[in-house]
């Protein structure tokens, strides 16, 4: 059974830095795509990145130069890397996954996506 579970989120100063981390279990990453989501208080959610099976990466204009994310294959876990945090990046953070036969295949488009974690918290206040 796929499992996603979120952690590395917590509270920090604007322009500081956090890395999440999504421990997959269940499946390998060689045959999914993960992407992270998230959902601010009083909004929809929102896609942030996403890395495909061949390792390519697309990111959401807000986080773009910012937010890196990237595969840790032998902990099967993805990393999401944030940098000058704003306040507009708090909010609770998903992530999710997609079985894909294309390798190079990278959605943060929601309604893609039938695997979720929990979500880990990100606050960014002085």
């Known amino acids: 059974q796929l499992r996603l579970v979120e952690s590395g989120g917590g509270l920090v100063q604007p322009g500081g830095s956090l890395t999440l981390s999504c421990a997959i279990s269940g499946v390998t990453l060689d045959n999914n795509v993960i992407s992270w989501f998230r959902q601010a208080p009083g909004k929809e959610r929102e896609g942030v990145s996403c890395?495909?099976?061949?390792?390519?990466?697309h990111h959401a204009d807000s986080v773009k130069g910012r937010f890196t994310i990237s595969r840790d294959n032998a902990k099967n876990a993805v990393l999401l890397q944030m940098n000058t945090l704003t306040p507009e990046d708090t909010g609770v953070y998903y992530c999710a996954a997609t079985w894909s036969v294309s390798a190079s295949y990278c959605t943060i488009e929601d309604r893609r996506f039938g695997y979720w974690g929990r979500g880990t918290q990100v606050t960014v206040s002085s």
């Open positions: 890395i495909s099976r061949d390792g390519g990466t």
